[in-house]
């Protein structure tokens, strides 16, 4: 599918540009605690609502599409948001903590599933398991990883 941005340029999708998909539509990471979500339809991306997330300056996003968004960022977590229904500020009132680095998240990944990845900016990689609430923890070059709970 090819999508006309509507008269939207880089800019009014985020300075940072990371972005995922959520219950049909999508969501980017704009500047500083900024989300900006987008309705799809008929080929046009259209602005909804834009949402504060408090405490957090996320640089990535991830989510299973449907009721979970994983933001990482300048706080140096992986946190994981649960919501039923549609996004907005309550959704990320409360995380839970999936991951402590020590220098900023640059990415993170969900598989959908159960499988949350976060790569810091000093090269550290941790994976966490949604269903038993443990962390794998990786030292720069994936070597050395070990698992601790949640």
Excluded: Y
């Excluded at 009721?67 to 649960?82: P, Q």
């Excluded at 598989?111 to 949604?130: A, E, P, Y």
Aim: net charge negative; charged share 20%; proline share 3%.
């Amino acid at each position: 599918m090819n999508l006309q941005m509507n008269m939207l340029d880089e800019a009014h999708l985020g300075s940072i540009g990371d972005i995922c998909f959520v219950n049909g539509k999508l969501v980017s990471v704009a500047e500083d605690s900024i989300l900006k979500v987008f309705n799809i339809n008929k080929s046009k991306l259209t602005l909804v609502k834009t949402i504060e997330v408090p405490n957090c300056e996320p640089h990535s996003i991830s989510s299973n599409g449907i009721d979970k968004i994983i933001l990482g960022g300048s706080k140096k977590t992986v946190d994981v948001h649960s919501f039923s229904g549609e996004i907005n500020t309550e959704t990320f009132e409360n995380p839970a903590l999936a991951m402590k680095f020590q220098s900023e998240v640059s990415k993170v990944r969900f598989n959908g599933t159960k499988w949350v990845v976060g790569i810091s900016n000093d090269s550290h990689l941790s994976l966490f398991n949604t269903e038993t609430q443990q962390t794998i923890m990786c030292k720069p070059g994936h070597e050395g990883c070990s698992v601790k709970s949640g």
